[in-house]
């Protein structure tokens, strides 16, 4: 099984900032074996990570292998969903903030955010290349 960031946002969620940090200090980017409920009382995880935090985890994957992020790579996928929102937030078609703000906001290029921009048009299956006037305004059936 591999450690999604959602998972980590639930697990702040559920107990807090101090447990999210806890887990990447402790068990970030290594790849641990979860005990089931039974067991989690006389783990070497549960003395890690702190008994909840490894209660936690058994309810939703004990008895698995899972991957844990990186502190860097989970900065990294925080910083890339903070861009996405920043992008969709300017507009994808006629946007309100340019891509030199962005870019330069986010320390990325210019083309990565205008990347960026088409990959979420098509994602949200946005056609550009339509003009207003090639619209139909009443359907012709």
């Given at each position: 099984?591999?450690?999604?960031?959602?998972?980590?946002?639930?697990?702040?969620?559920?107990?807090?900032?101090?447990?999210?940090?806890?887990?990447?200090?402790?068990?970030?980017?290594?790849?641990?074996?979860?005990?089931?409920?039974?067991?989690?009382?006389?783990?070497?995880?549960?003395?890690?990570?702190?008994?909840?935090?490894?209660?936690?985890?058994?309810?939703?994957?004990?008895?698995?292998?899972?991957?844990?992020?990186?502190?860097?790579?989970?900065?990294?996928?925080?910083?890339?969903?903070?861009?996405?929102?920043?992008?969709?937030?300017?507009?994808?078609?006629?946007?309100?903030?340019?891509?030199?703000?962005?870019?330069?906001?986010?320390?990325?290029?210019?083309?990565?955010?205008?990347?960026?921009?088409?990959?979420?048009?098509?994602?949200?299956?946005?056609?550009?290349?339509?003009s207003v006037n090639s619209l139909p305004l009443f359907n012709r059936s």
């Amino acid at each position: 099984m591999t450690w999604h960031a959602g998972l980590l946002d639930e697990l702040e969620r559920d107990l807090g900032l101090a447990a999210r940090l806890r887990v990447l200090a402790n068990a970030g980017g290594q790849r641990r074996y979860i005990p089931k409920a039974e067991h989690v009382e006389l783990s070497k995880l549960a003395s890690e990570l702190g008994l909840d935090i490894c209660i936690w985890l058994a309810g939703r994957c004990g008895g698995e292998e899972v991957h844990f992020p990186s502190q860097r790579g989970s900065d990294a996928e925080e910083r890339a969903s903070r861009l996405r929102a920043t992008v969709l937030d300017a507009g994808l078609t006629d946007p309100a903030r340019s891509a030199n703000d962005i870019a330069a906001e986010f320390g990325v290029t210019v083309r990565r955010v205008r990347q960026l921009r088409a990959e979420l048009r098509g994602d949200l299956d946005i056609d550009t290349d339509r003009s207003v006037n090639s619209l139909p305004l009443f359907n012709r059936s």
